[in-house]
């Protein structure tokens, strides 16, 4: 991606629609109501031979107060000063409104590129808001149609000579995972950096306090935040360089039970939220200190385990905790019961509102991914697997045991070993729990997803009975390969 392009205007001028057409995807929200979008939404644009970020913003308001248009507002300005291209859209069957007029005298002043578009242009109800935008003094309109598809051509003639004064922008990639292990590789684990910064997901049920806790960490408010429930309601990402460490923090709508879901845009929301797990390397899942651990909670951590993810568990709303240290004490009690395939994972008490405790989630979302990257050498796996078969021997199905010969690390991120066996579809899923655990304690694995397979080895050497072939024998196998 070459640069980062803003879609700014009033509400329901179409945005969403346009970055969704930018993106290929539905990832925006799209409604006939104004308003639905109220924080900032990335992804990454294509227009033909184009590559760029494109983020959609909420609809300028002219709000100013604390409200929730007003905060929307500030939102949208600082998507302003994030990107290195404005497309200011107007809706060209209404014409030019005193708003318009606002919002473009704001962003002569704030942004250093903007084009012009007058959206929903198909058609001829739309000739005179398309003549009458040329007053806004932002240069020729773009005639588009988001929702047809037209005007893209002429979209594409005026980013295209913006694309190339931003061509070193580096491009946002997705987290390398199954990373395979080579045995001469003796690189530690890789550290994050500004190119490829740690990649984490904050998750949890709504209200948890999770845009909150983000902004706290990146010491301001570009969340939008509130006492509503569910403000937010797409998954966000933001850039932040947390106590160096690098970090790109994805943001995500809060997940309820299917059964709550209800509003069309909150069943969007849910999914989106569950796709940021999988474009993370840590997940902290965010509880509720007053409510922990509902159903909801645990489908999500054991949705981040399942897709190979780091997780690290953060009880949010400590400060107002009265008896801290019975509750902590049931919490891990909690937390052990009902999930079993994350014991070890860290468990930290912080607090969104004053920021005490974001320390210790620094803390325990590096030695997190420090695990999600350890490697093990294979001589000290061998020594370990020949304890582990001493200790407890594999069962015998029909009288026949099962052989353990060796056994190597093959993947990181997260660890995930192989294991030579003879029949390895005999091996019940309990002595493979009995050697991820003793993996996880053995080798300071806490916490972190572990995969285990194993692969078949029969005892036979293929080779063995087969008589080699005498000269007499080639000459004729060659011979008749000639003829």
Known sequence: ?????????????????????????????????????????????????????????????????????????????????????????????????????????????????????????????????????????????????????????????????????????????????????????????????????????VVGRPNAGKSTLINRIIGEDRLLTGPEAGITRDAISLRTDWDGTPMRIFDTAGMRKRAKVQEKLEKLSVSDGLRAVKFAEVVVVLLDAAIPFEQQDLRIADLAEREGRAVVIAINKWDVEDDKQAKLKELKESFERLLPQLKGAPLVTVSAKTGRGLDRLHGAILRAYDVWNRRVPTAALNRWLTGMLEQHPPPAPQGKRIKLRYMTQAKTRPPGFVVMCSHPDKVPESYNRYLVNGLRLDFDMPGTPIRLFMRGQSDANPYKGRKKAGPSKLRKHTEGRRS
Do not use: W
């Open 1 to 201: 991606m070459t640069m980062t392009l803003a879609i700014v205007g009033r509400p329901n001028v179409g945005k969403s629609t346009l970055f969704n057409r930018l993106v290929g995807k539905r990832l925006a929200l799209v409604d006939d109501q104004p308003g639905v979008t109220r924080d900032l939404r990335e992804g990454p644009g294509k227009l033909a031979d184009l590559r760029f970020t494109v983020i959609d913003t909420a609809g300028l308001e002219e709000a100013t107060d604390d409200s929730l248009q007003g905060r929307m507002r500030k939102l949208t300005e600082r998507a302003v000063d994030m990107a290195d291209v404005c497309l200011f859209m107007i809706d060209a069957r209404a014409g030019v409104t005193p708003t318009d007029e606002i919002f473009a005298d704001i962003l002569r002043k704030r942004a250093d590129h903007v084009l012009l578009a007058a959206n929903k242009g198909e058609g001829a109800a739309a000739d005179a808001g398309v003549l009458e935008a040329f007053s806004l003094g932002l240069g020729e309109p773009i005639r588009l149609s988001a929702e047809h598809g037209e005007g893209l051509t002429d979209l594409y003639a005026q980013l295209q000579p913006l694309a190339d004064l931003f061509a070193e922008k580096n491009a946002q990639e997705d987290p390398e995972t199954d990373v395979s292990v080579d045995e001469e590789d003796t690189d530690e684990v890789p550290q994050p950096t500004a190119s490829k910064p740690l990649q984490v997901a």
